[in-house]
């Protein structure tokens, strides 16, 4: 059991999603993240002990490689689609209890803005790291954060920003957001977005990367 859950780990974290995968080229002609995560269900290891044993501790390797420049937006990329791979056995277990989630997180691009990398790149990890996850795209007006909230009692909800013309728009969503939920945890990032700005707007936390706000979204949960 042990040695499977350390190779859906490698897996992961190199960014091997299956076996006709190219990428990495050290692990050409082996399984990928998809088929060890469903052998792992296969051989009855507790879908629980593969989330934490395997793909949360990858998440967090390749966050923190990320930030420290040590791999690049494209190996990360990689990481995120094995990790979604795998995910993918393991979302209905989620949704049927089986797992239990540490919590819902919404996110989305804001109004006027098309661009998703650093979104989808957030999204994964942050899923990645246990928590039930809602995309809700790009071009995201307020409209729609408050009807994922009024969906999800008690959910975080997560922004992301690449242009100067759309991070403005954040103030007018958080304001939004907090007439209706006030407690509610809103978290901002993108490339012209700082703590300085999230202040400003009334953001609860701002992060330059997706480990960040894999941390400080751990930091709620205890």
């Not at 803005?113 to 999204?123: A, E, T």
């Not at 008690?154 to 939920?181: P, Y």
């Amino acid at each position: 059991m042990k040695e499977l859950l350390l190779k859906l780990k490698e897996a992961v974290e190199l960014g091997k999603v299956d076996f006709n995968s190219p990428f990495p080229p050290q692990l050409k002609g082996q399984n990928g993240a998809s088929e060890y995560a469903k052998t792992a269900l296969d051989e009855n290891i507790p879908p629980q002990d593969i989330l934490n044993e395997a793909l949360i501790p990858a998440m967090d390797v390749v966050g923190k490689k990320f930030s420290a420049n040590k791999i690049f937006v494209p190996q990360m990329l990689m990481s995120a689609k094995a990790m979604g791979a795998a995910m993918m056995y393991l979302k209905p277990l989620f949704q049927s209890g089986e797992i239990k989630s540490k919590g819902t997180f919404i996110m989305g691009t804001v109004k006027g803005d098309l661009h998703d990398i650093g979104k989808n790149l957030v999204s994964m990890m942050i899923e990645g790291s246990g928590w039930t996850m809602i995309d809700l795209g790009v071009d995201v007006p307020s409209e729609k954060y408050i009807e994922a909230l009024r969906e999800n009692d008690g959910a975080v909800v997560g922004m992301s920003a690449l242009l100067t013309t759309t991070m403005v728009n954040m103030q007018g969503i958080v304001n939004d957001i907090r007439r209706e939920f006030n407690d509610t945890k809103i978290l901002i990032g993108g490339a012209p977005v700082n703590s300085e700005f999230a202040d400003k707007i009334g953001a609860d936390f701002y992060s330059p990367d997706p480990q960040g706000a894999v941390e400080y979204l751990n930091e709620l949960v205890g």
